[in-house]
């Protein structure tokens, strides 16, 4: 095996990024912005159990959640992305210091409300080590 074929085996495609929103508009722009800067979307999911449902069938290279879903919060998801060791960012405009006293939550990098298309590539890519 040659060493481009080697490289191409470790990154081939694009990269898998699960979408958490239940805001439709919201989540067409996110899945835009993604799909924009090279990436594959998967979703987007409005609920926890769809996208529990969906790292079921897929386990994605990072995910963009919205913490509110609503009236549900995304920490099953979020708990289930870290078991498998998935990065994500938060788009979210929940509480810091409401984030900061959820074990799943706390840390992650939240990009707020209304998101910033751009940084949020830019924040994938950081992510996923893949330049938007």
Partial sequence: MSFMNQTADTHAGPRTVLVVEDEFFIALEVKSALTN???EVLGPASSVDHALGLINDTTPDA????VDLGGERVTPVALQLKTLGVPFVLASAADPAALAQNAALAGARNLGKPTDMRQLAQAVGEITDMAP
Avoid at 63 to 66: N, T, Y
């Fill in 63 to 66: 995910a963009v959640l919205d």
């Fill in 37 to 39: 800067a090279g990436f």
